[in-house]
């Protein structure tokens, strides 16, 4: 779980939480390191760390803490998951467990207000004196100040810049809500963009689109589903002209894509750049046109893809370990 927006809500609501962290991992266990749940005084929990009994210890340890500690406190724990709980997979964990208290909030606003503007940036991590780790998200050029390390989620967000506010495009930022991905969703109209949005998608209303591929970062996802086909096909043109955008999908039928091939070829684009459009986009054969079932096929492709750039990054298994409380 990485929800800030949540753990910031729920800290205001109930005044003490506490965040459940695999801090570390050797050897096999039920999920990454990196993968956090939040626990509250009475036990409900959101996000998961792999159940059994490893969750179960580690719920009444977040409690133990909770009532402890009303100041706030921090601590790590590690686990045989064989001897200790009984559980077959049969490697090490290492929990940090941080009961925040009400006076935490004050860095976990800035925090959520800086994530807002975009998701996509880094977070630091440092100790306090008791234990808790304060968060900061900081500019990705900016060196990490001493005493501090890069916080390195269980999975990384993936960039995406979504173009299209109509009802497939609303329906994939819902799909999208709960998972890895850090969203620039845009569109011309900007009375389009729903009030409330998902904590990992950003809304920006722009007469020029077309611009914001130039400003993508490097290995952003690129997918077009505007209302026009003119833009779709000028969005694809300047997404397919960056080598570095390893996913440029346009929604749409077989039809469109040899239709937007051609003229891609008469604007010059060369045969291997037209050859990295996808279109249709999206797992086919679902059954349904429904915006909602639309979605999930394109989500599911998204996932894939990114999946496939993980295991291909370099390093792709290394976690920058938090400093020990």
Known sequence: MADWARIAATLAEDGQLALVTIDAVRGSSPREAGTRMM?????????????GTLEWQAIALAQQAMARHPEGHGQTRGFALGPDMGQCCGGHVTLRIEALARADLAWLEKLVAALRQDPARPVTARPDPRGILLREARDAALPVPDGAVLETPAERPQPLLLFGAGHVGRALILALAPLPFAIRWIDTRRELFPGHRPANAVAVATADPVAEIAAAPRGAFILAMTHSHALDLDLMAAALARPDLPYCGVIGSATKRARFASQLTRQGLPAPAIERM????GVKDLGSKH??????GITVELLRHKATLALARPGATVRAQAARG
């Open 39 to 51: 626990v509250r005084a009475d036990g409900r929990i959101a996000g998961t760390i792999g159940g």
């Open 278 to 281: 996808i279109c249709p986009v």
């Open 291 to 296: 915006p909602a079932v639309i979605a999930a």
